[in-house]
C-alpha cells in the first residue's frame, strides 16, 4: 500500500496538524461505535504531538489508550513509555482516557508479554490509530534489526498480540505488537522528525531486506495506507 507524505515546516505545525487528524479519527471512532482506540510510540519525537492531543476536544472516556511497545521496566522507571505517555499525553482533556500498560510485573518479559496479550484483547481490532515511530536504523515498534524474535514480529501469520524482543540497540527487553496487530490500523502513522530520519527513510523506501530494515514490512506490506508525518 502507497505511503503518503505529509511534510510540515516545524515540529509545532506537526504536532498540531497530527492532533487533528487523530482527533478526527478517534471521534468518528466515538461516533460509530461508541469506542475509540489509539496505539502509540514512545521515544523522544512524539512528546510535542502527546501534548496537543491531551488538550483536544472529544469524549475521551470512550478512548483506549495503549503502547506500540515498551521497555520491561516499571512505570516509574524513567525509560518506561507508560510514564512517557502518563506525563504528556494523559493529562488534562485527556486524563479521562483509559490506558492499558504493556508491562505487567512478572518473573520474566515472556510471562509479562502473555498478560499483555489477554489484558490488551479487551481493546478489539483494528486500532483505530497506531502511531509509529523510527529509529535511526530502520526499527519501529520494537521490531529491531538482529531482534531475538524479529522474524515472528514481522510475520503476517503471527496472531495479533505482545511478543517480547531483545536486540542490542533495544536497551532493556522489549515488549512489541506484533507487525499483524497493528499494519490494518483505521489510521497509521509514521511520525518522523529531522534530516536524519529522512535519509533513513529514503534508504528504506529502496530495495533491501526487512530483516535489515525492519520499517519496510510496515512500508510494502501494511493492509492501511502509512501517513508519514515529517518536519525538519
Ligand atoms: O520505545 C521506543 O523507543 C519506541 O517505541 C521506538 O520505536 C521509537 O519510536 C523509536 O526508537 C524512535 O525514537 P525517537 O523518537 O526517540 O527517535
Redesign the pocket.
Known sequence: MAAILHAFTNAAELASGLADKVTERLSAAITARAAASIAV??????KAFFQELSVRDLDWSKVTVTL????FVPADNERS?HLLVANNLLQNKAKAARFLPLYQKSGSAEDAAKLATAETKTIGNPFDVVI????GDG????FFPGGSNLAAALDPATPRGIITMEAEGAGEPRLTFTFSSLQDAGLLVLHIEGAGKKDTLSKAEDAGEEAEMPIRAVLRRAASPVEIYWAP
Open positions: 510510540s514512545g521515544g523522544s519525537t512524539p506500540v511497545d515498551e521497555r513509555n509509529l515511530g523510527m529509529g526499527h519501529t515498534a520494537s
